[in-house]
């Protein structure tokens, strides 16, 4: 009997794998999604959302220095996976709802 070869991950799922497991200055990834499609020029492209944790309390968003740091990394690594551009990421919050609820009028 001969053994399966195992089997080899694909560079997106690489990259999604990666950046479950990474830290960007305060930012940890909650989850990661990847699609390949068509952009706004029609053109086939890579497309990352992003979830985090809420931003920190009383912030309407997460450190500028953060951000710039994850998308730097994704697509340097997006790179070295061998992911042709373009590819965009798109950062979404744990819980989309942040706002306040506000409280009900008791007349």
Do not use: C, H
């Amino acid at each position: 009997m001969t053994p399966r070869p195992a089997a080899v991950a694909r560079p997106e799922q690489n990259l999604v794998a990666w950046l479950r497991t990474t830290t960007f200055g305060s930012l940890r990834p909650v989850e990661v999604q990847v699609r390949r499609d068509l952009d706004a020029d029609g053109r086939e492209a890579w497309f990352f959302e992003v979830t985090l944790p809420n931003p920190p309390e009383g912030e309407d968003t997460w450190p500028i220095t953060d951000l710039n740091e994850l998308q730097r990394a994704l697509r340097d690594q997006a790179t070295k996976e061998g992911l042709a551009w373009p590819w965009y990421v798109r950062f979404r919050p744990e819980i989309d709802d942040l706002e306040p609820e506000e409280p009900e009028n008791g007349s």
